[in-house]
């Protein structure tokens, strides 16, 4: 009796909150000048490789939807090819993401090699040319997703992405990871003895990107260096103010060029140290808020020390499918947004679903009410 009471109560409310979420129109794709400035006032949607949920990662197609979908951010990957053009890819090898095993006329270029440690066999960026890399077609890297976009798309290079992100409609950021920089610097050289580390600053320069966080020149091109190196992160702090994001794996981690523990780079002392040069942390979420079985833990103390020492906490990857959402969100990306925006304070949230979170900000916290869909 007492349940089918609880049912009875329940079922209305539950309509009522349902019916509450609404979904919201994508910001508005007008030209006006000025350009609609990035928004401060609430975390940062940051566009994991671009609408990778829905396009092949870090294709153009990706980070046009994502800024379509209300992107603050579009993050990429920052590797290099055997001539030295810097290209936006996840993997050091194309094999998950793109069409190579196709063409035959690189079938021997199949190595092996060294790369954090452990051996890594594929076909890899770094032999061959941007001319030869150009020939390729991107493809989606999980099963569980839309499969109708490979070979659709090709490879854009770091130039290409930024053009993207100066080319929209409204100021969007841009978050470029310099990607295994030791790996890179060992295969890959430039004119004039110049690093992996100088040519990356070298195109940020050149394309007008400056300015320490929320300095006038920052916020009319808005950009977070992230890398999981903390040497390269020091080294670029000489190149460059822009502000710098260090991440961190999980805790049994360690740094690929310090070869430091996770505890080591999470003490406070390594805090007071980081602080110099880095506006942030961007650990997983998992290392956060362990999860046991699927079900959530008792969070770490990260978040509250990263803060206490003024550092922002941008935690990686919001992902909408069933595998990615522990047991206690009810299968409901909206649940952990919640938790994790509300509940934990995050600064950023790196997603492969950009529209969703925006959905979600819209509706809890909208920047304009102009912005909503009538129902
Ligand atoms: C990688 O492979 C080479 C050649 O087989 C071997 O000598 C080396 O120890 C391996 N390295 C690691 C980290 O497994
Ligand atoms: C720039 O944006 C315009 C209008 O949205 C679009 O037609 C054009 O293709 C874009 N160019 C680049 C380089 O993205
Ligand atoms: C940073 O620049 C200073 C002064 O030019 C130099 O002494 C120092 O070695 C540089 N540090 C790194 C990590 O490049
Ligand atoms: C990193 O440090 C551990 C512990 O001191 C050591 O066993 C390991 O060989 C080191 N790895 C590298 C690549 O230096």
């Not at 020390?305 to 990686?316: S, T």
Request: aromatic letters at 14%.
């Amino acid at each position: 009796m007492t349940s089918l009471c609880t049912i009875l109560f329940t079922l209305p409310l539950l309509f009522v909150c349902c019916s509450a979420r609404r979904t919201y129109l994508f910001p508005s794709i007008e030209h006006k000048t000025p350009k609609q400035p990035l928004q401060t006032s609430r975390p940062y949607n940051l566009a994991h490789r671009g609408s990778n949920g829905e396009f092949p990662e870090e294709t153009a197609a990706a980070y046009l939807r994502s800024i379509k979908e209300g992107a603050d951010f579009i993050e990429t990957d920052i590797l290099s090819s055997k001539d030295g053009v810097l290209i936006c890819h996840h993997d050091v090898i194309l094999d998950a993401t793109t069409d190579i095993v196709e063409h035959q006329e690189f079938a021997d270029r199949k190595r092996t090699y060294e790369v954090q440690g452990r051996n890594v066999t594929g076909f890899f960026i770094v032999d061959f040319t941007w001319k030869e890399l150009q020939t390729l077609r991107a493809k989606q890297r999980f099963s569980f997703r839309d499969q109708q976009y490979n070979g659709k798309f090709p490879i854009i290079t770091f130039e290409e992405y930024i053009s993207i992100a100066l080319n929209a409609s409204r100021v969007v950021g841009i978050y470029p990871e310099i990607k295994d920089p030791i790996f890179i610097n060992k295969h890959v050289k430039w004119p004039n003895g110049k690093k992996f580390e100088d040519v990356f600053v070298d195109t940020l320069k050149n394309y007008g990107y400056s300015g320490s966080y929320l300095s006038k020149d920052w916020l009319k091109q808005p950009c977070f260096i992230q890398s999981f190196a903390p040497s390269s992160l020091v080294c670029l702090s000489n190149k460059t103010d822009l502000p710098k994001i260090f991440l961190i794996g999980d805790t049994a981690w360690r740094t690929e060029d310090t070869n430091q523990t996770y505890l080591e780079v999470t003490s406070d002392a390594y805090f007071d140290y980081i602080k110099k040069y880095a506006v942030g942390i961007g650990p997983g979420k998992d290392t956060v808020v362990p999860a046991v079985n699927n079900h959530l833990q008792p969070p770490s103390d990260l978040v509250a020390r990263a803060h206490a020492h003024d550092l922002q906490v941008h935690p990686y990857t919001f992902r909408n499918e069933y595998q990615y959402i522990h047991f206690d969100f009810h299968q409901d990306p909206y649940i952990e947004f919640d938790f994790w925006i509300n509940k934990m304070g995050k600064d950023g949230l790196f997603t492969d679903f950009t529209g969703s979170l925006h959905d979600f900000q819209e509706w809890t916290s909208p920047l304009s009410p102009g912005m909503v869909k009538k129902p």
